[in-house]
């Protein structure tokens, strides 16, 4: 299967899995728009600084997942301990050692 997208006025044929055709020419067009929105840079400059943008956003989000699983981990954690404090519940013997680390100030 192939994908025809336009970017900079110039048209790419692009092989795509079966299914991943509409999905490659939407992000093209995505990838259009924004390159489009630099303005009046030569094409090179327009999609070097839509490129970098683009990163910057992936990495940022990427900070944002790391930082939101450590904290669904630590509010495992404390239901965890609460579990085991209270004594509901059987805690597995790797979330008790999670725990009294992380009570210790290793974790």
Do not use: Y
Not at 72 to 87: K, P, Q, Y
Request: proline share 1%; glycine share 8%.
């Amino acid at each position: 299967m192939a994908a025809t997208v336009r970017i900079l006025g110039e048209d790419f044929h692009l092989q795509c899995a079966a299914g991943d055709q509409r999905r490659i020419e939407d992000l093209a067009k995505a990838l259009e728009a924004r390159v489009a929105a630099e303005g009046e840079l030569s094409d090179l400059r327009r999609l070097i600084l839509t490129a970098l943008a683009l990163m910057d956003e992936a990495q940022t989000k990427g900070a944002a997942l790391v930082r939101a699983r450590g904290e669904i981990e630590r509010l495992n954690d404390m239901v965890t301990e609460a579990n085991i404090e209270a004594g509901e519940g059987v805690a597995l013997p790797q979330d008790q050692s999670r725990v009294r680390a992380q009570r210790a100030g290793v974790a």
